[in-house]
């Protein structure tokens, strides 16, 4: 029973990357870190993560496919005031092929970081006449990220945590 439900979420899994008819499979997993942005001041609103994207490439043809792209689009909320948009943050392209017949490829993005420091109020004056000021948010925090294969110029697969990140990228 364990079995078959361990395989039933893979299955959900793994087609949940998937976007239209694709001649390659797409597992995509996201790794993040915290980064180092106010690691010497513990009292620091900043924040700071660095992101970056496993890609799993499988191909069910009996043949080789070289030649092949990876283009990676990463996307971050723009936390500007009175803004609330999504912006492309980072994006690149990684060369790579995979062998035949079910054998697949792990493909890894470099490491994006994204900064950004929170709503928060900073103190000021001291004794009886203490105040707080509002400080608004700033700067770009993860929102997700959108990938493609590319074979010749041509899309053979794409995926993405959110549909609207798929058109963004074309």
Not at 24 to 51: C, H, I, T, Y
Not at 87 to 102: A, C, N, Q, R, Y
Not at 151 to 161: F, K
Request: no cysteine.
């Amino acid at each position: 029973m364990k079995t078959i439900l361990s395989f039933a979420s893979l299955l959900v899994f793994s087609t949940a990357a998937f976007a239209g008819p694709q001649k390659v499979m797409l597992q995509v997993r996201v790794e993040s870190e915290r980064g180092s942005k106010g690691a010497n001041d513990s009292k620091s609103p900043d924040e700071s993560r660095a992101r970056w994207l496993v890609v799993r490439v499988t191909n069910p043809a009996p043949v080789k496919m070289e030649g092949l792209t990876l283009k990676w689009n990463f996307y971050a909320d723009d936390l500007k005031r009175g803004h609330d948009e999504v912006v492309l943050h980072k994006s690149g392209d990684e060369s790579f092929s995979i062998e035949p017949s079910g054998r697949s490829t792990d493909v890894t993005t470099p490491k994006v970081v994204f900064e950004w420091t929170p709503q928060h109020s900073v103190r000021s004056g001291s004794g009886r006449r203490v105040s707080y000021k509002k400080v608004d948010e700033t700067g770009h925090r993860y929102h997700g990220y959108a990938v493609q294969v590319l074979q010749g110029g041509e899309v053979i697969a794409e995926a993405s945590n959110d549909p609207k990140l798929l058109k963004a990228s074309e």
